[in-house]
């Protein structure tokens, strides 16, 4: 990819695509991560004497609508930038690619930071639509891509405006490619992989790429009951994808004649319902009475994930261990992540929404070598190895 290494901002109006999809409540952001991550990016820029203009998506509008405008980011980019942002937007008539929002881009003075309203209210954004690419384009005379968490999108504002200006990737984009590029394709043995989550099916092709590459892979989350109910279990009312479980099969085989670990849950937490304070008890894996679920992973399954760990050299970790949102099913989890992160001299990389969310509420976040800033971006990448907005930038 072209790199900031590659670009001289000096006097040029930076159109830069970043990723504010942040929670907003009441008005408030009320988790700045993404907005912090983007930071070094945009000093540097201003550093070199460039003019920014800002672009994003949030949540999924239909066009025009004010509970989704990016209004409440400004203040918390003007705090952690140390300087003025002029937030444009707020209204129908000034949308990105709007007549009105260029006009207002055109007369800001050199140096100055300009944020724009949610790219989703453009209807041709999601569909790539070359029209909008280039009038986005006209808002500046480079492009800096450093939205991973939407690199795996083919739109307008990702991959459409770099075919219309010289384009590059940002400090966050880079280190993103970077980290995940060394678990994908020089990692350090033994090189482990943990795996959570509900589906088997969001992580098939994860699984498959990197089962020949690993020293042993650990399956938590529920998706551990498909691979537990394939090989006979009796897993209860646990979510249980019934049309993989040939699939799973053959996913163990496959570790089986690599020679790789597949560690699966020995024991677990159970309950009948999915609620705080429900009444749990601890069961076997593969032996789940009939109106029970499992929902965590127990105490001996998360020594036996720690044990396999030691010494491990190269971590990825990508979904919880149980219903992670519930503090009843968040133990084995933490238990994993505070594992992984006490590692000496590992380099470990921690991606998807509630392994991030875990990590941070371990307050050990700082302790993983990479965290990683897009979940779905960095699924993608480790199963095909390549993104879109990578692509973009070649």
């Known amino acids: 990819m072209r790199t900031l290494k590659d670009f001289n901002a000096a ?71 140390g300087r003025p942002v002029v937030f444009v937007g707020g209204s129908p008539e000034l949308t990105p690619a ?10 800001a003075p050199p140096g100055s930071v300009i944020l724009l309203d949610n790219v989703r209210f453009e209807p041709g954004e999601e569909k790539n639509d070359e029209t909008l690419a280039q009038n986005l384009a006209r808002l500046g005379d480079a492009f800096v891509l450093d939205a991973f968490g939407s690199a795996h999108r083919a739109h307008a504002s990702v991959t459409g405006v770099a075919r219309f200006l010289p384009s590059y990737a940002g400090f966050l984009m880079e280190k993103e490619v970077s980290s995940i590029g060394k678990v994908l394709h020089n990692p350090e043995k033994p090189y482990w992989v943990v795996l959570g989550g509900a589906k088997v099916s969001d992580k098939i092709g994860v699984i498959e790429n990197l089962l020949p590459k690993v020293t042993g892979m650990v399956i938590g989350g529920a998706m551990a009951f498909t691979f537990i109910k394939a090989q006979g279990g009796q897993v209860g009312k646990s979510l249980v994808e019934d049309d993989k479980l040939e699939l799973a099969q053959g996913l163990l085989n496959q570790a089986s004649d690599l020679g790789v670990k597949l560690l699966l849950p020995t024991d677990v937490v159970a309950a009948q319902k999915i609620e705080a304070g429900a009444p749990t008890r601890i069961m076997p894996a593969g032996a789940i009475e009939a109106d029970w679920m499992g929902l965590d992973i127990g105490p001996e399954s998360a020594r036996i994930f720690a044990k396999a760990l030691e010494g491990a050299r190269t971590v990825l970790w990508n979904g919880p261990m149980g219903v992670f949102e519930v503090d009843d099913f968040a133990k084995g989890t933490l238990a994993v992540g505070e594992a992984i992160a006490n590692l000496q001299g590992a380099f470990t990389v921690v991606g998807g929404g509630d392994s991030v969310a875990a990590a941070n509420k371990l307050g050990m976040a700082e302790k993983f070598s990479h965290v990683s800033t897009g979940g779905g971006a960095s699924l993608e990448l480790l199963e095909l190895g390549t993104l879109p907005g990578i692509e973009a930038l070649r």
């Open 11 to 81: 006097g040029k109006r930076v159109l830069v695509r970043v990723d504010f999809n942040v929670p907003i409540k009441e008005g408030q952001v009320t988790d700045e991560t993404r907005v912090k991550a983007a930071i070094p990016t945009l000093k540097h820029l201003l550093e070199q004497g460039a003019t920014l203009v800002l672009c994003s998506h949030l949540g999924r509008p239909k066009g025009f609508e004010e509970a989704s405008s990016l209004a409440p980011v400004a203040p918390v980019l003007e705090k952690h930038l």
């Open 98 to 107: 709007s007549e009105a929002t260029l006009e207002r881009v055109k007369k």
